[in-house]
């Protein structure tokens, strides 16, 4: 008697937030998510999406949009956005400006992902002009912000008016239920109890209410997850990230990423090693085809209409070759070449 086979997979898109490499400049890097997205296209991937930070020793990716318009300039196909631009720290015209200049260049292949965090510390928050209770003025910057495309702004926000730019809403604090409410696209994160992540998904489709822009409800989930040619190797490839998550939850800085050779838990202290533990646990690791049953089945858990991996380790080489296996598994329509060695 064979076993079941594995539920469908839905679209598998990527987000690269740029995360830098001890003794590797942050320029270096910017490049590589470059020379990533082009891969990510060839092998079949439906977006690249890239983040937003500032300040943080261990994330070059400061300037979302504009990073958006290297990867958009540099690939002809997969749809590019952000993961997400957060508007407590712009102002809602220059945002809608600098997605409708991309939506100008790259018609018909621009994201636009909208999140409300504000700076990690204090003086990050002061030298962007902002505070912790920005974020609780989100709603009404997305409003604002939705009301430049629909033309409906007591001024015009060229070239963005009359646009149609996809609005995601990442799903942190209250994004959710605003997601919901506007009848937009929402990104949750995959939490280590799949029932939690369920019950997320229920919530907003019980919750939203059809737009102009969405008249169903759509998740994107968003998973680490890592593939190897074995479980072992797969797994130390997530742990460079979990340290560096450790130590900014437990120290305030994130830093740059360390091999995964050089991770000591041994040398962590009790706070530090367990959020280790706890950003250990919220990793999928596996070969491709261990790793792809297990997204096919968090998929039909939570009914996600999309998948956004992510994976940062310390050789770029590595995450690349992750990406391809996982392609070659699921089908992707990219390249018809297997997995690396």
Do not use: C
């Amino acid at each position: 008697m064979t076993s079941a086979a594995p539920p469908p997979l839905p679209p598998l898109s990527v987000l690269d937030r740029s995360l830098t490499r001890e003794g590797t400049p942050p320029q270096q890097v910017l490049r590589e998510t470059v020379a990533f997205a082009r891969e990510a296209e060839r092998l079949g991937y439906h977006r690249f999406w890239v983040s937003e930070h500032h300040a943080v020793p261990g994330v070059a990716g400061s300037a979302p949009t504009v990073l958006a318009a290297a990867v958009a300039a540099a690939t002809s196909r997969i749809r590019v956005g952000t993961g997400g631009v957060m508007l407590p720290n712009h102002q809602p015209l220059v945002v809608a400006e600098q997605f409708g200049v991309l939506e100008s260049l790259h018609p018909g292949r621009i994201d636009m992902g909208l999140g409300r965090s504000t700076g990690f510390t204090e003086p990050v928050r002061r030298a962007l002009r902002t505070g912790k209770d920005a974020a609780d003025r989100f709603g009404d910057q997305l409003d604002e912000l939705l009301a430049y495309f629909d033309a409906a702004a007591p001024l015009p926000a060229l070239p963005a008016g009359g646009l149609r730019v996809p609005a995601y809403v990442l799903a942190v604090g209250s994004g959710a239920q605003l997601a919901a409410e506007r009848g937009l696209p929402v990104v949750l994160p995959a939490r280590r109890e799949s029932e939690r992540t369920a019950a997320a998904v229920a919530e907003y489709r019980s919750r939203f209410r059809p737009s102009r822009r969405a008249e169903e409800p759509h998740v994107v989930l968003a998973v680490n997850a890592a593939a190897a040619a074995t479980r072992e190797r797969a797994s130390l490839l997530q742990r460079p990230e979990a340290r560096s998550t450790a130590v900014s939850r437990t120290r305030g800085v994130f830093p740059p990423l360390v091999p995964a050779e050089e991770v000591d838990e041994s040398a962590m202290g009790r706070q530090e090693h367990r959020r280790y533990t706890e950003a250990r646990e919220g990793q999928l690791h596996g070969t491709a085809e261990e790793v792809t049953a297990a997204l096919s089945a968090l998929a039909a858990a939570t009914e996600a209409d999309e998948l956004l991996l992510t994976l940062n380790t310390y050789d770029p080489a590595d995450r690349l070759d992750s990406y391809r296996r996982l392609a070659h598994a699921a089908g992707l329509p990219g390249p018809a070449s297997g997995p690396g060695g």
